[in-house]
């Protein structure tokens, strides 16, 4: 039995992750802004904590850690545009959780991130073609605060030694069913990935060893999620250029 805590549970990934992990008999601790998806993280097994990320300081934080003491702590929040913007929830939001685990001595951490984030200015990863370059470039002028504070983010992360994170990166979520998988180093032309196969893939690699220090693309595919994560564990594919 894995003890989670999942940041930003409210969410449709989180939501898929807590019901996919209760079911597998671990525990879920679901931190939630408001009371507004209370009722249905309880149906789903889910233990609620009420805090909001944009208000709560690095001692509340550290204080549910500690109070928990959770295995893994799974960081599914984000601002998706709304108030108060990426900037507060998706970068300073990570941030506080990130020094919440270094004061209460929590190791791991699966980051919810998004692909093609990367430092620009480093060129273009080795594996784009021409339309992935194409496609980059629309992502960052169509959402520049949101890509700027996941950057930001995994930027910090990165300085972090006393964190065994790994970031999931998937390409814009659907609602639709989980299906097959691609992992590893993608192409953006395939920017498409189910928000119940974004969270299985979080479960998988929370209860896998070898996926430390990784950055790794999800997207629809053909593979499965066991094969698709030995396959990256085993070549060590990181699709941070960071």
Do not use: C
Not at 77 to 100: C, L
Not at 149 to 159: N, Q
């Amino acid at each position: 039995m894995v003890k989670f805590i999942v940041v930003g549970g409210g969410g449709k990934v989180a939501q898929y992750f807590t019901g996919f992990a209760v079911k597998e008999g671990h525990e879920v601790h679901s931190i939630i802004r408001n009371d507004g998806h209370e009722k249905e993280l309880k149906k789903l097994g889910a233990k609620i904590h009420i805090l909001s990320l944009e208000d709560a300081t690095v001692p509340d934080l550290t204080s549910l850690f500690t109070t928990v003491s959770p295995d893994v702590v799974v960081f599914a929040a984000g601002a998706a545009g709304n108030p108060p913007g990426p900037e507060v929830i998706d970068f300073q939001g990570a941030v506080k959780v990130f020094d919440a685990m270094e004061a209460s001595n929590t190791k791991r951490l699966i980051l919810v991130g998004a692909v093609d984030i990367r430092t620009r200015d480093k060129g273009w990863p080795d594996w784009y073609n021409d339309e992935d370059k194409a496609m980059s470039d629309r992502m960052w002028k169509a959402i520049p605060a949101y890509m700027k504070a996941k950057l930001d983010a995994e930027l910090e992360l990165h300085t972090r030694k006393q964190i065994q994170y790994t970031v999931i990166r998937p390409g814009g979520l659907t609602l639709e069913p989980a299906g097959g998988v691609q992992l590893g180093k993608t192409h953006l032309q395939k920017t498409s990935g189910s928000r119940e196969l974004v969270a299985k893939v979080v479960l998988a690699t929370a209860t896998s060893k070898g996926t430390d220090g990784l950055s790794i693309d999800v997207m629809d595919g053909q593979g499965t999620i066991e094969d698709e994560l030995k396959k990256v564990v085993e070549n060590g594919t990181d699709s941070w250029t960071g």
